[in-house]
């Protein structure tokens, strides 16, 4: 294979509190809402490395790895899969199934919910506008960012940000 990574992909739900509780600091620091969001990815990269030293895990497929990791890196980018899979060298079909096989979600669903995050992120630490927040999460236009953030969350982007000022 050309690259030489490895991951590990364990089936708990250990690391979600501490990530949440990190999101929730950066929620209550807007000045270092970047700063932490990335301390808590650092700290997620970190338990999946530490977690790979374990034999109860399962070893990724390296083009795997590597299509998860462009797609974690083009968080604030329009994210094109079939340039993902030429870019590690399988199809779109295969990416699919394995990413569905190893981390039980679909690329697409992955990509949505990864931006959703960042969205309420922006949203209660932010006072950059939905239209705003839709165009530098690349989403079409803004009313299509509101409809999946509502369907994802139950909420609408105004809602969710006035759910955050009242819980300060």
Do not use: W
Request: proline share 4%.
């Amino acid at each position: 294979s050309a690259y030489n990574v490895t991951a590990t992909v364990f089936h708990n739900n250990k690391v979600l509190p501490i990530l949440e509780d990190l999101l929730s600091l950066a929620k209550q620091n807007p000045d270092y809402n970047l700063f932490c969001r990335k301390t808590a990815l650092a700290l997620h990269k970190i338990a999946e490395s530490i977690s790979g030293q374990s034999s109860q895990g399962t070893v990724l497929p390296d083009y795997l790895v590597k299509a998860k990791e462009d797609i974690d890196h083009a968080e604030f980018k329009k994210i094109n899969l079939n340039e993902i899979c030429r870019g590690v060298g399988i199809s779109k079909p295969q990416l699919i199934r394995s990413f569905k096989t190893y981390y039980n979600v679909t690329p697409y669903n992955y990509i949505l919910n990864m931006k959703i995050q960042s969205a309420k992120l922006l949203l209660t630490a932010t006072n950059l506008t939905v239209k705003e927040i839709a165009y530098k999460l690349k989403f079409a236009d803004e009313y299509y960012f509101s409809n999946r953030f509502k369907q994802v969350t139950g909420l609408s982007p105004l809602h969710y940000r006035k759910k955050g000022e009242e819980s300060d």
